[in-house]
């Protein structure tokens, strides 16, 4: 089956850990994104690529970072420099090109992060 | 910059009535615009999207669209709802890219309206 795999499902952190949160996609997408989800604020756009070996700060990047040496795969760190970290995670993929973008995202089924 | 209101947290309608979950967008030039539909502690599931063409989109599950460039407007109907519509649903825009243009490559979600369809 094709889609996006987000794991894992449910993470606990302790204050002052650095975590990662992984994102695997057999679409052959090459946008990844990554949201967090709030209850009542939506979806927030943390970071996004375009391309292998490329991406950019979204609205709310502080605390957190990113890597995409595949182009199947863009996992999040979240840092011990994000203060609020818990959340519901969404990573999701198009098939986007720099020109194109009229395409739907699909997104993963999310990690729910809790900091204990 | 690109932005999405959802002016309603929720939306109440009897099984059977028509549903309208209403959206508002802003961009700078000319927009993309998606809905998607989250059921719970899930991930977010596509419905429709405008691009370009016929204001009214039609999209899974019965849903449509209609866009509406004047009132910058882009609200979700159903003609007759059913109580598993229950959920949250989601209004999604993005600028349409131009080969020189090096900005924003990422949707920008509006906040959510819950829609409970009682029986």
């Known amino acids: 089956d094709g889609g996006i795999t987000q794991s894992p499902k449910y993470l606990f952190r302790k204050e002052g850990q650095n975590v990662t949160l992984s994102c695997e996609q057999n679409l052959n997408h090459d946008a990844m994104y990554w949201y967090r989800q709030d209850p009542g604020q939506g979806l927030r756009l943390i970071y996004y690529?375009?391309?292998?070996?490329?991406?950019q700060k979204g609205d709310i990047a502080e605390g957190y970072s990113v890597s995409r040496e595949k182009k199947e795969s863009f996992p999040l760190t979240v840092t011990s420099a994000q203060k609020n970290p818990t959340a519901f995670y969404l990573c999701?993929?198009?098939?986007?090109?720099?020109?194109?973008?009229?395409?739907?995202?699909?997104f993963g089924q999310g990690t729910r992060l809790t900091v204990v | 910059a690109q932005s999405v209101a959802q002016p309603e947290d929720q939306v109440n309608v009897a099984e059977g009535n028509p549903l309208t979950v209403k959206c508002t967008y802003s961009?700078?030039?000319?927009?993309?615009l998606f809905w998607y539909v989250q059921y719970p502690n899930r991930g977010l599931q596509f419905l429709l999207k405008?691009?370009?063409?016929?204001?009214l989109v039609k999209g899974s599950y019965g849903f449509e669209a209609e866009f509406n460039k004047s009132q910058t407007s882009f609200h979700l109907k159903k003609p007759s709802a059913l109580v598993s519509d229950s959920a949250l649903y989601f209004c999604a825009v993005r600028d349409i890219p131009t080969f020189m243009d090096t900005g924003r490559r990422a949707l920008t979600f509006g906040s959510g309206t819950r829609l409970q369809v009682q029986p």
């Open positions: 405008y691009i370009t063409g016929d204001n």
């Open positions: 961009v700078s030039g000319n927009p993309y």
């Open positions: 999701a993929s198009s098939i986007d090109s720099v020109i194109r973008g009229n395409t739907e995202a699909f």
């Open positions: 690529s375009q391309i292998v070996n490329d991406f």
